[in-house]
């Protein structure tokens, strides 16, 4: 059970079955944990509508305060509305944890870290110290509070916070620029009974001209209708339907903690989230001026040609939000975005607000007047497959002999994660390039290709799924 329970620490946050796992024991825990990492003496704590959620809530605020620690709740919130009350907070607080995971399914439920200077927290930039010490001091369950606790130490204080929402739509609407004379635009949203169900609402009431088809804006830990996640396209079959049948100028989709966005076009057209990259670098390095652009290996050509051609510098970075945000940081990137479709804008301290990606690209499309379609479309020049899982006993042995294989053919190696081989310049006749990534969770092998034609695509991945296979 030790060594499942030590498995929840991933790459970027905790994240595990619940209550199997994470549960009310589990946050009591980590609550001792994250006050001998860290010694936070002001925390803020969030929570999306999972089930277990409240009881996690309760058990964590007990942990912290009974340690001396004061805590403010900010109640159910999005990852994305959590994150910039943190920084509009202006580091009043040591640490924020928001209760979340993310788009899994129902069955899971987790933490994110993020620092009062707005770093968050993943393996090898601090969560290994909470999960170190979660595992060194909790082989057996601690004794109780009352036990343990000096009677004349200090008891944290709780308070709550009934205006976040309210502060954070204002500050999302204040940074888009869209003032209430924009043109009507008629939209559907498929919230996918997660957190964009909670926080729409309040920022469609201030949008007059924004009209929106509503999808499952219910808020629901059971996920009824299907899973909130909007890369994959099982998920937007009721949004794509209502598109075409309302004739509306986009769709939109949002993953369960609603720090992802999918767009559909206006022809049903899923739009990929590496072209989404180029479309809001684009918008966002005309808005701050040159500069660097993260996106990760797993993007298309097309990405770097878009910011280069809007004078950005394209920057290869590894997956995952908490590499991207401390790489912005490092590098003083203008924006960064990700094949899932996470997009880190430098105006919310290079954090996801798939709200503000909404009315930033709505208003793109007033000026002047065009489709998505026609937007989008421009930006994709090349063959994408997508990423492919392949299930494997030995996903070293794999990667190597695929490496080994194709190595001296290869015009340019990117070893940032996993690996990327380049071969020819797309630019000067047929190219393509792959990536091979391990997942961190489980046996599988991920892949991502691109060619010039559709023809050198199919015959590239054929070739590399037999030898993955063999």
């Not at 994709?380 to 194709?406: A, C, M, P, T, W």
Request: charged share 30%; aromatic share 8%; with cysteine.
């Amino acid at each position: 059970m030790q060594e499942e329970i030590f498995s929840v620490f991933k790459s970027y946050d905790i994240r595990g079955e619940s209550p199997a796992v994470i549960n009310a024991n589990f946050a009591e825990k980590l609550g001792t944990a994250v006050v001998k990492a860290r010694n936070p003496k002001k925390v803020m704590i969030g929570k999306d509508m999972r089930l277990t959620s409240p009881e996690l809530e309760d058990a964590l605020v007990k942990s912290l305060t009974e340690q001396g620690v004061d805590v403010a709740k900010i109640g159910l919130c999005s990852t994305p509305m959590f994150n910039i009350l943190m920084g509009m907070a202006n580091k009043e607080f040591d640490l924020g944890i928001m209760i979340t995971a993310s788009h899994n399914p129902g069955k899971y439920n987790g933490f994110k870290f993020v620092t009062g200077g707005m770093l968050p927290l993943g393996l090898g930039s601090g969560l290994e110290e909470i999960r170190d010490a979660y595992d060194s001091s909790h082989v057996a369950r601690p004794p109780s509070f009352r036990e343990r606790r000096d009677p004349t130490s200090h008891v944290g204080e709780v308070v709550e916070d009934p205006d976040a929402l309210e502060r954070y739509v204002d500050f999302v609407i204040e940074k888009a620029k869209v003032s209430s004379e924009m043109p009507e635009m008629k939209v559907v949203i498929d919230a996918g009974n997660g957190m964009g169900g909670f926080v729409l609402p309040k920022l469609l009431e201030k949008l007059p001209w924004l009209k929106v088809e509503e999808l499952y804006f219910t808020p629901d830990g059971n996920f009824p209708n299907h899973e909130a996640n909007p890369i994959k396209l099982e998920t937007l079959t009721d949004l794509k339907k209502k598109v075409l049948e309302t004739k509306v100028v986009m769709g939109i989709a949002f993953d369960g903690d609603a720090d992802r966005i999918g767009f559909i076009d206006e022809k049903g057209e899923q739009i990929p989230g590496d072209i989404l990259t180029a479309l809001f670098a684009s918008i966002e390095l005309k808005r701050h001026g040159e500069g660097k652009v993260l996106n990760d290996v797993r993007s298309s050509w097309s990405v770097k040609d878009a910011i280069e051609s809007a004078g950005g510098e394209s920057v290869f970075c590894k997956v995952g939000h908490a590499n991207i945000k401390n790489q912005m940081r490092e590098v003083d990137a203008k924006f960064a975005g990700e094949l899932s479709m996470h997009y880190y804008f430098r105006e919310f301290w290079n954090m996801e607000c798939g709200d503000y990606a909404m009315l930033v690209l709505l208003k793109e499309l007033v000026n002047p007047f065009q489709t998505l379609s026609s937007l989008w479309s421009k930006f994709q020049k090349y063959h994408h497959s997508g990423e492919i899982n392949f299930e494997v006993k030995d996903k070293d042995e794999v990667i190597d002999r695929l490496v080994n294989e194709y190595k001296n053919e290869a015009t340019k190696v990117v070893d940032v994660d996993g690996i990327r081989l380049e071969f020819g310049d797309p630019k000067q006749g047929d190219a393509w390039w792959f990536n091979l990534r391990k997942s961190n969770t489980e046996p599988l092998i991920r892949l991502n290709l691109e060619a010039t034609s559709e023809k050198l695509k199919n015959e590239r991945m054929k070739e590399l799924t037999n030898l993955i296979n063999k």
